[in-house]
Structures are given as C-alpha cells and as structure tokens.
C-alpha cells in the first residue's frame, strides 16, 4: 500500500528494502529460480511499471506508458539495507519512518 517492498534475513537480522512512488511503479514482479544457476534458489523482487506479456496485448489493456519523442520521465527509489530486524512490523517502521 506505501510503495514499500522488503526482503528479510531472519538467521542475519537483516533486511533489504526499497520505497518507491507506487503511482509510478504499481506493479511487484518475482522472478523465482529454482536451482538451474549454479544450483542456488532464489526470489528476485522487482518494482515495474507493469507486468510482463505480451507488448500488444498490454497496449489493449491500456497498462502500458507511453512517452513522446523528447518526453522524461522521473521518479524517486531508495535502496535500504538495515541491521539488527525483529520482524516485519520493525522493519516497515523503520523504513517508513525515514519517508
């Protein structure tokens, strides 16, 4: 609901967060690899515009973005590692509070 997308470390304490302009980015992808890499398991969170298919089929949904020749586009992301996490709440107060 905030813009806030957070990974925990539990056996470390640890935890990896970013924020961002939901508005912006109203879409949260995971990219799950299940060993095939050098046999490690792995979730990859990404924050996105929107989610992945095909390009014309988005544009009939109307979830695509659109920029004109010499058009920007600019929003902010922060990246947030954190040390000493209890848990989720903990780590959402923290990362809030700094927003």
Same mark, same amino acid.
């Given at each position: 609901r905030e /813009? !806030?997308?957070g990974v925990i470390d539990p056996r470390h304490s640890n935890a990896y967060c970013t924020t961002f302009d939901k508005r912006f980015f109203p879409n949260v992808l995971f990219y799950l690899g299940y060993g095939g890499w050098r046999n490690?398991?792995? @979730?990859i969170p990404q924050i996105a515009t929107c989610?992945? /298919?095909s390009l014309s089929e988005a544009v009939a949904a109307g979830r695509h973005r659109v920029l004109g020749a010499g058009e920007m586009a600019e929003t902010k992301v922060? !990246?947030?590692c954190l040390t000493g996490v209890r848990d989720e709440k903990d780590v %959402?107060? %923290? @990362?809030l509070d700094l927003n």
């Open positions: /813009g !806030f997308l490690t398991y792995s @979730v989610w992945p /298919g922060d !990246f947030l %959402r107060a %923290r @990362v």
